[in-house]
């Protein structure tokens, strides 16, 4: 499940940023952004301005983003977004060997906070979002999944996200509904007597 999860999520950004970096008139409005901020326009900055976006469903859109940081826009130094990352698979592969194997929804959601983890780690190691002309955005997460147009409640999700965040966000809850609710926690069986 990890792989097949991990590769929605890397499939997803990869078509999503290609098309709409098609659009036509992006080199245009790219010289316009120059000719307004000069030298001190970086890719990051471009992207963010050019606010490319295609409606996808009714309040939904796909918006290019990249993301310095992690969940919610927070800003780590990459150094302690990078431990936190080998941290998280770590001890995901910790639980995968030690948990029973009857522990199956939990197995689910290790799996899908791994393909998660893996997911964005692989957009800051290794994915470039180029703009005609422009250096390519590096070591960023890239995202495209904006609700912000939905409202629930009179509040709006401002964040744009990616699949790699989805499965991180459910794979957390499922993990905390089973370890709340399940009669077999996420311990070595030996500790169990088993």
């Known amino acids: 499940m990890t792989v097949a999860a991990l590769a929605a999520d890397l499939a997803s950004k990869h078509a999503v940023f290609e098309a709409l970096l098609r659009e036509p008139t992006i080199p245009e409005r790219i010289d316009r952004l120059r000719k307004m901020y000069g030298a001190d326009l970086t890719s990051h900055d471009a992207l963010r301005q050019l606010q490319i976006q295609q ?6 859109d796909f918006t290019l983003s990249t993301n310095r940081g ?9 150094w302690s977004v990078l431990i936190a990352t080998v941290l998280t698979i770590g001890l995901v592969g910790y639980f995968f060997a030690t948990s029973d194997a009857r522990a199956r929804t939990a197995h689910v959601a290790l ?14 190691m290794f994915s470039a979002v180029a703009l005609p002309g ?7 997460v890239r995202d495209f999944i904006d609700c912000s147009r939905i409202e629930v409640g009179g509040v709006n999700y401002p964040w744009i996200f990616n699949v790699a965040d989805i499965w991180l966000v459910v794979g957390v809850a ?5 370890w709340w609710f399940g009669k077999h926690p996420i311990t070595p069986a030996k500790q169990r007597g088993h």
């Open 55 to 60: 409606q996808v469903a009714p309040g939904i």
């Open 174 to 178: 499922l993990l905390v509904l089973y």
């Open 111 to 124: 799996a899908m906070i791994l393909a998660g983890a893996l997911g964005n780690l692989y957009d800051r």
């Open 70 to 78: 992690i969940v919610f826009g927070w800003y780590l130094p990459p």
């Open 134 to 140: 422009m250096e390519p955005i590096t070591k960023e």
